[in-house]
């Protein structure tokens, strides 16, 4: 696999990787970041994955950049030998269609589908987070079924509320934040995937699988109750490689 390096300004690095969205690239790009996490490179300020790169940001005046590549070139040599700690797989409960999900009859009506199955659909495989963006805790899934893939509006809203469920293209995510966007709502969790006020603000993170669970109006409204008092607990369990086949 071609692997290039880019100076950022005087600041950081750019690890490129073949321009693919795939499993394979993550891994590594995941490897590569627990790897720099582990060691704990003296004058490392920052690591930012993405699909297909790392951009690593350092302190200059504590290392230099021909000795922050060399050590990149060390880690990516022996990848081979790295183990990743399992994948967290978290839950996350939708209430699909109504209000909350104004595009999901468009969505069921495009791909000639009902509406329950196009939400057995959406709900019947766990989704690679392959890495957050756009907004704070925003995930970019991976793994959304052909048959829902689905163009996104011609003239985006305003304002999407925090928590909607979309269908953006061949992708699927759920709104970290109130937002602008042009993604198809089909549903929304009352799960914050961003809260400024914890002490880990972003609840998910690249690497981690996230299964969507279809809930009704009485459940939603529970969860949704219990998340303001803080008394929810979300369902996450580690998620071996084997599974994952």
Known sequence: MKIDFKPLGDRGIRIGFPQV??????????????????????????????YAAISVYYEPKLIRYGDMKRKLEEIIEGLDQVKLPPARLVEIPVLYGGEKGPDLDYVAEYHGLTVDEVVKLHTSRPYLVYMIGFTPGFPYLGGLPEKLATP??????????????????????????????????????????????????????????????????????????????????????????????
């Open 21 to 50: 969205i795939s499993p394979e690239v993550n891994r590594m790009i995941r490897a590569i970041v627990f790897m720099l996490t582990k060691e704990q490179i003296h004058g490392i300020l920052e690591l930012v994955p993405t």
């Open 152 to 245: 996104r509006l011609n003239n985006p809203r305003p304002k999407i509320p925090a928590g909607s469920v979309g269908i953006g293209g061949s992708q699927t995510g759920i709104y970290s934040i109130d937002a602008p966007g042009g993604w198809r709502i089909i549903g929304h969790t009352p799960v914050r995937l961003y809260d400024p006020d914890k002490e880990e603000p972003v609840l998910l993170k690249a690497g981690d699988y996230l299964q969507f669970k279809a809930v009704d109006k009485e459940e939603y409204l529970r969860i949704k109750e219990m998340i303001s008092r803080e008394k929810y607990q979300l369902r996450i369990r580690k998620w071996e490689e084997e599974e994952k086949k």
